[in-house]
T-cell receptor, first 113, second 111 residues
Framework: DAGVTQSPTHLIKTRGQQVTLRCSPK?????VSWYQQALGQGPQFIFQ???????QRGNFPDRFSGHQFPNYSSELNVNALLLGDSALYLC????????????FGEGSWLTVV | KQEVTQIPAALSVPEGENLVLNCSFT??????LQWFRQDPGKGLTSLLL?????REQTSGRLNASLDKSSGRSTLYIAASQPGDSATYLC??????????FGQGTRLTINP
């Protein structure tokens, strides 16, 4: 049973460019969340998708957007990249419902130069 | 607004010692609390999940407790090993699977 998988693993972008990160949830999971983790910090919640809709959103600007597909996989898009967007982007999946364990992928390292 | 704090930020102990990592949260209205392990440059591995109705959970050498009234959780690691070296993160579930994380405790076990 594959866990949460993310791609790409690492990427380098230039300021002002756009990036798309991808996530496949653990088998059977229907809820996908995205987190940003700066170096030395704990992950920060970006947003969550369920039934192809954004259900919750953290304190991130509209440059951060996402999508969930019918097979529950998800994309995170960041437009107009800033140097401060350099971070590890983590995808998490779970069954909907508050009491369930949340599983994370290995993350995508984004460096903005 | 929920805030999660982990103390200490870093801890170094000799192999074989038992140790406790601390996590405190400001809003007791959490649904559950989850402990994670993160190796350098890697994602998060779930260690233990404690539901709000529970007081503790155990997995092997790990034991996590939760005291909602005091806003505290602890992760106890018995007979520590060099392979336990990693950053340990706690996160409170605010509902609908949204996690609020502490900044982590970087643990080093010295052989």
């Amino acid at each position: 049973d594959a866990g949460v998988t993310q791609s790409p693993t690492h990427l380098i972008k230039t300021r002002g460019q756009q990036v798309t990160l991808r996530c496949s949830p653990k088998s059977g999971h229907d809820t996908v969340s995205w987190y940003q983790q700066a170096l030395g910090q704990g992950p920060q919640f970006i947003f969550q998708y369920y039934e192809e809709e954004e259900r919750q959103r953290g304190n991130f600007p509209d440059r951060f957007s996402g999508h969930q597909f019918p097979n529950y996989s998800s994309e995170l898009n960041v437009n107009a990249l800033l140097l401060g967007d350099s971070a590890l982007y983590l995808c998490a999946s779970s069954f909907t419902g508050t009491g369930n364990t949340i599983y994370f992928g290995e993350g995508s390292w984004l460096t903005v130069v | 607004k929920q805030e999660v704090t982990q103390i200490p930020a870093a801890l170094s102990v000799p192999e074989g010692e038992n140790l406790v990592l601390n996590c405190s949260f400001t809003d007791s209205a959490i649904y559950n609390l989850q402990w994670f392990r993160q190796d350098p440059g890697k994602g998060l591995t779930s260690l233990l999940l404690i539901q709000s109705s529970q007081r503790e959970q155990t997995s092997g050498r790990l034991n996590a407790s939760l005291d909602k009234s005091s806003g505290r959780s602890t992760l106890y690691i018995a007979a520590s090993q060099p392979g336990d070296s990693a950053t340990y993160l706690c996160a409170g579930n605010q509902g609908a699977q949204k996690l609020v994380f502490g900044q982590g405790t970087r643990l080093t076990i010295n052989p």
